[in-house]
């Protein structure tokens, strides 16, 4: 059964700081990698998606990588603002699912940048 | 204007009882989704439906009821409340089942069962 997991699990910054928060899966055989973001109160936001053909994907200051072969993914934040403090989470779709699009989430890591 | 909302956003219940959770959608999406995400933040796929019929379900006990009188819907009944089910249940969607669809979340629904 494939099993997410995020590292570190919380993760306290100054502002202006590049880094990296880590996601692990041990299976995989998946279809896609999906970065989410959620702050207190609200629900998920969806940041980036990465087909299991890509490498990687870019948004903005944010940037996920993938190598699936090794069961990794990472998302590397540039110049970290107070405003990206929130929980991200990573998903994985498996190929061993039948039913379409069902996620598998790790535990999250809960990110503090402070001013 | 929220595309997913879910009412209500706090419940607190006594062990035993029957109680309710309302998802809605106005994003014309064809598929919703149920997760529970527990004390550890762990999300975890309950149910997905699909244009109001099942199509996923993560063996959760059958005192959970899912219902969907239409497609802008997907409600969560749970009968007979335990300690266990205290968590933060989400609902979401997406334009249709198929690999890569992304999912909206909803602000979720924080269960507390005394």
């Known amino acids: 059964k494939q099993e997410v997991t995020q590292i570190p699990a919380a993760l306290s910054v100054p502002e202006g700081e590049n880094l990296v928060l880590n996601c692990s899966f041990t299976d995989s055989a998946i279809y896609n990698l999906q970065w989410f973001r959620q702050d207190p109160g609200k629900g998920l936001t969806s940041l980036l998606l990465?087909?299991?053909?890509?490498r990687e994907q870019t948004s903005g200051r944010l940037n996920a990588s993938l190598d699936k072969s090794s069961g990794r993914s990472t998302l590397y934040i540039a110049a970290s603002q107070p405003g990206d403090s929130a929980t991200y989470l990573c998903?994985?779709?498996?190929?061993?699912?039948?039913?379409?699009?069902?996620?598998?989430f790790g535990g999250g890591t809960r990110l503090m940048v402070k001013p | 204007d929220t595309a997913v909302s879910q009412t209500p956003k706090y419940l607190v219940t006594q062990m035993g009882n029957d109680k309710s959770i309302k998802c809605e959608q106005n994003?014309?999406?064809?598929?919703m989704y149920w997760y529970k995400q527990d004390s550890k933040k762990f999300l975890k796929i309950m149910f997905s439906?699909?244009?109001?019929?099942?199509?996923i379900n993560e063996t959760v006990p059958n005192r959970f009821s899912p219902k969907s009188p239409d497609k802008a819907h997907l409600n969560l009944h749970i009968n007979s409340l335990e300690l266990g089910d205290s968590a933060v249940y989400f609902c979401a969607s997406s334009q249709g089942q198929r690999r890569w669809e992304t999912q909206y979340f909803g602000p979720g629904t924080r269960l507390l069962v005394l």
């Open positions: 998903a994985v779709e498996g190929v061993w699912d039948n039913a379409g699009n069902m996620l598998t």
């Open positions: 439906y699909n244009n109001k019929e099942l199509i």
């Open positions: 990465i087909q299991s053909s890509q």
């Open positions: 994003l014309g999406h064809d598929t």
